[in-house]
C-alpha cells in the first residue's frame, strides 16, 4: 500500500543524529535488526543516567529529525502516508493501521517511528474505552469515539448482532455526529477501535463483557453452537459442533458437564439441550406441567400434552403418568389443575 520503504526512511532521517539520540530513538522504538523495544529504565541503566534524561534525548532527537533537511526532502513520503491512513478511514487503531499499511511485521516499528515524527499524524494513548489509534483529523477522532461510546450504550447485555445489521446502527450514530456516507470497510475499522465493543468468533457484534462475545470456555463455545443451529442439540452434536465450527476438540462427557452446570440451558430430552432464551424452562416434566397451567389456568390432557411438548422432548406416555402422580387434580369438565 505504501510507495516506500519504512526501513530505508527511518535509516535516512536518522543518519544526521548524534550517535547517542540516534542509539536512543533506535532503542526506545525497535529499530534495530531484532526490532526489541527497550524501555527507558533499561536505556537508562546502560548510560548510567536516569529515565527522565533518557525521555529529552529521545524527545529532543525526533525534534531534531523534524528540523532536519532530510525530513524536509522526505515530506512526499509522509504525504504517501498520510494519505494511506486518510484512505483507511482517517482514524484507525494502531493494530488494524499496521495490518492494514505495513508489509511486514519488521516494518511496523519503523510505520510507528514515521507516524510519531510525521507532524501529519496525532495519537491517543490506550483507555479505558479505546485502544491505541492514530489519527490525521482530529475533529474526525472526536466523532467516531462519541459514536462508538453511544453505540455501546445502546446495546443490551448480552445481546449478539450480525455484522450488516451492527454496522447499520453503528452509522445511525455517525450520523448524529455529523459523519456519513462512509463505506463499512471503513466502519469496520473503527468499529476496532473500541475496547468494549466486539465480536466472537461466529462474526456477531455485543458487549465485549459478553460471555458471548470475550468466549471464554467451553460453556461459551456451547452457547454459540446451539446459537447458530436454532434447535435442540444432544451434547454429543454439540461437542462435535463446536469442534467443527470453532477447530476446537471437546470431549462430549466434558460438554455435558458444562451444559449441566450453566443455567443459559436447559435439558429437555435424553441428553438434549435447548436454550432458556428460546422459552424453555428448566425443571423435570411435572414442574414444566405445573408452570403451564399457573400461566394458562387448567388445560385438558391433550392441551398439556401439546404445551409439554413444545418444551421436552418426550413421550404422551410419559406426560400421563405425570399428571396422576398427586401434584395435579382432574376437574369435573376433565381438565387438569394444579392439587391444592
Known sequence: MLSFSPKSVTKEL?????????????????????????????????????????RQIENHGIATVRDSETYSNHNTTLEDLKRAVSALGGVLAEHTLLSEIAKSDSDHNHVIFLLTVGHHFEDRRENADFKTRWYTDEQLAEQ?????????????????????????MFAKFLKQEGVKGRPDEVLARWLEISKRIG????????????PHVRIKNTRDFAYLTLKRHGSPMHFTEVASG??????????????????????????????????????????????????????????TREEIVDRVKR??????????????????????????TISK
Open 311 to 336: 418444551e421436552r422432548y418426550v413421550k404422551d406416555a410419559t406426560i400421563a403418568v405425570n399428571l396422576q402422580n398427586g401434584m395435579f387434580t382432574r376437574l369435573p369438565d376433565g381438565k387438569y
Open 242 to 299: 463446536i469442534e467443527k465450527l470453532f477447530g476446537r476438540e471437546t470431549h462430549p462427557a466434558t460438554t455435558h458437564n458444562e451444559l449441566i452446570k450453566d443455567n443459559r440451558f436447559v435439558l429437555v430430552g435424553r441428553g438434549l439441550y435447548a436454550l432458556k432464551e428460546w422459552g424453555y424452562e428448566p425443571g423435570v416434566v411435572r414442574d414444566v406441567i405445573s408452570g403451564i397451567i399457573e400461566r394458562e389456568g387448567p388445560l
Open 14 to 54: 536518522l543518519s544526521e543524529l548524534p550517535d547517542r539520540s540516534r542509539r536512543v530513538l533506535v532503542d526506545r522504538f525497535g529499530l534495530s535488526a531484532k526490532g526489541e523495544e527497550r524501555t527507558l529504565d533499561a536505556i537508562g541503566q546502560e548510560y548510567g543516567i536516569t529515565r527522565e534524561r533518557i
Open 144 to 168: 467516531v469515539e462519541n459514536a462508538l461510546t453511544a453505540l455501546y450504550e445502546s446495546l443490551e447485555s448480552n445481546r449478539l448482532t450480525a455484522e450488516d445489521e451492527f454496522l447499520q
Open 199 to 210: 465480536k466472537n468468533p461466529l462474526g456477531e457484534w455485543g458487549r465485549m463483557e459478553s
